[in-house]
């Protein structure tokens, strides 16, 4: 299946000025497609501009030379990205269903509108019963997936995260990652997963980028060739262990 | 009905303070216009409150408070927002803030009593000035302990400025200005009360000199009681407010 390139990143290079006045590249030339539909992670050690990279895709910074071309034009607006933090940050004074509406309220959505697709979005996350809960009352899996769910609701046209498991212990960072798969066949989202975990990234990706250190770059791109359908059942197989292998090599 | 032990410490307390104080008193004959005994005291407390003396006086103090609260609130916060949007603006004057933040404030009662006159105008002044500070700092920290990435939420989801000023840096300072606000009542009751005690006729401050100078020591305790009180009741409503508005904490 061919499907078609949603973002296209085209020489692009970010530096950025130290404090005491130096010019340091945090990105070297990188291009990159990301396609339509798909989940595409960025792999690499700390400093390879993974997270640049991909605050670049959310126009919180802007490239220091390159383009960046988005089919159907640059997002400009409120609905075009979603993103989630490695921190869920919800906002600690409304409930999670407010917190999850929130988008939708400052895009000026019909409250009971809102109201009703943020239900939707929570149920698919599986808090269906804790929408009235305050986020202080969930626990960190718990908060993450409704700030995952807040990142949906919109439906945006590209989601990216930016290592949104890395504060969470492994057996949770599981679950999420099993429950974040569904919800993508669920939705259909393209994503851009950013993290250092070469387990996740082979799990999860259609295809994983792995990034290189000083100067950061976009060292290869694999299209993980295991079953479309992931489940924990093919963590047993060897191409899963042969990916695994291989990324880690690369990340030497 | 079975009290918790909590509540009855409430009535227990003072009754034993009460009755140490009464102990004291009757046991060693300390003279009435040193230590009045408490049922003077009390009985000066009914005669003031059941006789209506005290009305107009508790009446003009809190028209101070209230008036140099609001004043002072309003004059902190706003300062606060423009200071927390310009932060080169703040940097410049942040030394003479310090200052004047510093400074005895209570020390400027004489000079408003010089410039604005005897009247309640120099009291509300000290008052706000004494306000003022508490809320504007207040405001300064709560604005900038917005964390950075509930500001880049902002961006990705285009709020505009006014979205992300009501809806996100206002709620999250409000922990902070609250601090602000409690700190600023309780030194509008001294203030009031200070104000006062230096000029006028009327208000609690008053009636304390007033008591002082012609050794009424019964009633000059009974002033002490009411002043307490009041200010426990002013700091309480606003601890309640803060209950209510930060109950997501």
Redesign the interface.
């Known amino acids: 299946m061919v499907s078609s390139v949603l973002v296209r990143v085209n020489d692009v290079t970010k530096s950025f000025t130290t404090r005491g006045g130096e010019s340091v590249l945090a990105l070297s030339e990188t291009t990159l497609e990301v396609r339509e539909g798909e989940f595409l992670s960025l792999i690499g050690p700390s400093g390879c501009g993974k997270s640049t990279l991909l605050r670049m895709l959310?126009?919180?910074i802007e490239p220091t030379s390159g383009q960046i071309t988005w089919a159907g034009g640059t997002p400009?607006?409120?609905g075009d990205?979603?993103?989630v933090?490695q921190?869920p940050?919800l906002?600690?004074?409304?409930n999670i269903l407010d917190n999850v509406r929130?988008?939708l309220?400052?895009?000026g959505v019909d409250r009971r509108m809102g109201d009703e697709q943020a239900e939707q979005m929570l149920a698919l996350v599986g808090l269906k019963d804790f929408g009235r809960a305050?986020p202080?009352e969930l626990s960190g899996g718990m908060r993450q997936r409704a700030a995952i769910a807040r990142a949906l609701v919109y439906k945006p046209r590209i989601v990216l995260m930016d290592e949104p498991f890395g504060a969470l212990d492994l057996l949770t960072r599981d679950r999420m990652n099993d429950e974040l798969l569904s919800i993508k066949a669920e939705v259909g989202a393209t994503i851009v997963f950013v993290t250092h975990s070469v387990e996740e990234a082979a799990y999860l990706s259609d295809r994983v980028a792995v990034m290189s250190a000083r100067p950061g770059r976009v060292r290869t791109i694999h299209e993980i060739d295991l079953p479309k359908t992931r489940s924990e059942a093919i963590k047993d197989l060897p191409a899963f262990h042969g990916w695994l292998s291989q990324l880690r090599k690369e990340l030497k | 009905m079975r009290l918790h032990p909590r509540t009855l410490m409430i009535f227990i307390t003072p009754a034993v303070l009460i009755g140490l104080w009464w102990g004291y008193v009757t046991l060693f004959k300390v003279p009435p216009f040193i230590l009045p005994p408490p049922q003077m005291v009390g009985s000066e407390l009914v005669r003031l409150f059941a006789g209506g003396t005290i009305w107009p006086h508790l009446g003009h103090t809190l028209g101070i408070i209230v008036a140099g609260f609001l004043l002072g609130t309003m004059g902190g916060l706003l300062l606060g927002l423009v200071l927390a949007r310009l932060p080169g603006l703040e940097r410049m004057i942040a030394p003479y803030l310090l200052f004047i933040q510093t400074a005895p404030k209570i020390a400027l009662a004489p000079l408003f009593i010089l410039w604005f006159g005897l009247g309640i105008t120099s009291k509300i002044i000290l008052v706000v000035s004494l306000v003022f500070f508490p809320v504007m700092i207040g405001t300064v920290l709560g604005l900038r302990s917005v964390?950075p990435?509930?500001l880049?939420?902002s961006?990705?989801?285009?709020?505009s400025q006014r979205?992300r000023f009501l809806?996100?840096e206002l709620?999250?300072a409000?922990p902070e200005i609250f601090s602000g606000l409690k700190v600023g009542a309780v030194q509008a009751t001294i203030g009031a009360i200070l104000a006062e005690w230096l000029s006028g006729g009327t208000g609690l401050g008053y009636l304390m000199v007033f008591a002082g100078t012609t050794y009424k020591a019964p009633l000059l305790f009974a002033m002490v009681i009411v002043t307490a009180l009041l200010g426990i009741a002013v700091y309480q409503a606003l601890a309640q407010c803060e209950k209510w508005l930060?109950s997501?904490?």
């Open positions: 959310a126009g919180l400009d607006k409120g990205i979603g993103f933090f921190e940050v906002l600690p004074w409304l929130f988008p309220d400052s895009f305050l202080k | 964390s990435a509930m880049e939420l961006r990705i989801l285009h709020l979205q809806r996100i709620p999250a409000v930060l997501w904490r």
